[in-house]
C-alpha cells in the first residue's frame, strides 16, 4: 500500500540500486489469515512491486503459505536481527546494543522506517553502520 501511496520514493529507491521485495499490500499476518486470503493480498502488492522476493510481515507466515508463496515463484526472505526499534518502552541505546550483540555475517537485519520511530532509527543507523564497517562487514543487496 505504501508504494501505491508513494510511487516516487519507490522508484528513487529501486534507482539507487536497492533491491525491493513484496512484503504483503496490507501487512497481514499468515499466522492469522486463511491462505487464499493471504495469496490474495500478496497479489495485489505485486501490481505495484514486481519482485521475486517475499518477506512475510511479522515474520509470520504459516508453512502451507510458504510453499503456496514458493509454488508462485517467489523466493521467500527471511531476517535473523531485529532491533526492536518500533517499540517506545526500548531506548535507542538498548537497540543498538541489541544490533551490535547479534548480527553475524550473512544476517538479514530488519528495521522500521516509520514516522513514529524516525528519531530513533535516524539515531542508531549511523552508529550500527559504522560498527558494522568497523567489524569488517560489507553491505550486500539481495540478487535475482
Not at 509470520?60 to 515463484?73: D, E, F, N, R, Y
Not at 526492536?84 to 531506548?91: Q, S
Not at 522500521?112 to 542508531?124: A, E, G, M, S, Y
Amino acid at each position: 500500500k505504501q508504494v501505491k501511496l508513494h510511487p516516487s520514493l519507490f522508484e528513487n529507491i529501486k534507482q539507487q540500486g536497492h533491491t525491493v521485495g513484496n512484503h504483503t499490500y496490507s501487512h497481514i499476518n499468515g499466522w492469522k489469515t486463511k491462505n487464499k486470503t493471504y495469496l490474495e493480498d500478496i497479489g495485489k502488492a505485486n501490481q505495484y512491486i514486481a519482485s521475486k522476493w517475499f518477506r512475510p510481515p511479522y515474520g509470520k507466515a504459516k508453512p502451507s503459505q510458504v510453499k503456496l508463496i514458493k509454488k508462485c515463484g517467489y523466493q521467500v526472505v527471511m531476517w535473523d536481527v531485529l532491533a526492536w526499534e518500533w517499540r517506545k518502552d526500548i531506548p535507542a541505546e538498548k537497540s543498538l546494543q541489541w544490533l551490535k550483540k547479534h548480527t553475524r555475517p550473512g544476517s538479514i537485519v530488519v528495521l522500521h522506517d516509520t514516522q513514529k520511530n524516525f528519531q530513533k532509527l535516524k539515531d542508531i543507523l549511523p552508529l550500527y553502520v559504522d560498527y558494522l564497517i568497523a567489524k569488517g562487514y560489507r553491505f550486500e543487496a539481495l540478487r535475482d
